[in-house]
């Protein structure tokens, strides 16, 4: 079955960087396209960022600038670098596999078939 797993996350200081990755199996990785989420207590999933097959990226406005997708197909992962962190960027980040027949805009969870378990990013002020 498919698995997604995430690390990296941990408390880092407003200002700062991290990345995240995502080890996934039990799918073809590289004929997958893969998102990234995050979700703050209280609030919903907000999507951050896609990377295609052919390693096409799009993001969100929010993160635009400060987080980029990657991917290693020979790793079967992808990687969320993040930069100039901010309190308000604390939350719990998934990465999703994105169903087939979905474009590189895919903003909506619905639009994600395959989730990690998540790991929590806290940001200090």
């Known amino acids: 079955q498919v698995q997604l797993v995430e690390s990296g996350g941990r408390l880092v200081q407003a200002g700062g960087s991290l990345r995240l990755s995502c080890a996934a199996s039990?799918?073809?990785?590289?004929?997958?396209?893969m998102g990234w989420f995050r979700q703050a207590p209280g609030k919903g999933r907000e999507f951050l960022a896609v990377?295609?097959?052919?390693?096409?990226?799009y993001y969100a406005d929010s993160v635009k600038g400060r987080f980029t997708i990657s991917r290693d197909n020979a790793l079967n992962t992808v990687y969320l670098q993040m930069s100039s962190l901010k309190p308000e960027d604390t939350a719990v980040y998934y990465c999703?596999?994105?169903?087939?027949?979905?474009?590189?805009?895919?903003?909506?969870?619905?639009?994600?078939?395959?989730w990690g378990q998540g790991t929590q990013v806290t940001v200090s002020s």
């Open positions: 990377i295609s097959m052919s390693g096409n990226t």
């Open positions: 039990g799918l073809t990785f590289s004929n997958s396209a």
């Open positions: 999703a596999v994105r169903r087939i027949g979905y474009g590189l805009g895919s903003t909506l969870p619905s639009m994600y078939n395959y």
